[in-house]
Nanobody, 112 residues
Framework: VQLQASGGGLVQAGGSLRLSCAASERIFSTNFMMWYRQAPGRQRELVAA???????KYADSVKGRFTISRDNAKNTVYLQMNSLKPEDTAVYYC???????WGQGTLVTVSS
């Protein structure tokens, strides 16, 4: 398995969750990782990205609430999600565009 996502669960609106994506060293060394999400009946959308030099990018809908980061010692990328809203409910996927590799997805459910 090249990418292994975890950390999803059920949380109340306003709560927090931290997603993790453990990557193989080969993938992690590309210094380019993304988080996507797909809600029921909707297209998959980009949530956040992190590139070399820890440059980050966020979807407008999550700016100020979500933070993408990485731990080089653990070959892991994180998505810290705060102030969660019911509309954040989705399956979250980590993705590496260099190898076109997707993680298996982890479900986040935010109750109102």
């Amino acid at each position: 398995v090249q990418l292994q996502a975890s950390g999803g669960g059920l949380v109340q609106a306003g709560g927090s969750l931290r997603l993790s994506c453990a990557a193989s060293e080969r993938i992690f060394s590309t210094n380019f990782m993304m988080w996507y999400r797909q809600a029921p009946g909707r297209q998959r959308e980009l949530v956040a990205a992190i590139t070399s030099g820890d440059s980050t990018k966020y979807a407008d809908s999550v700016k100020g609430r979500f933070t993408i980061s990485r731990d080089n010692a653990k070959n892991t990328v994180y998505l810290q999600m705060n102030s969660l809203k019911p509309e954040d409910t989705a399956v979250y996927y980590c993705f590496n565009p260099i190898f076109n590799s997707w993680g298996q997805g982890t479900l986040v459910t935010v109750s109102s």
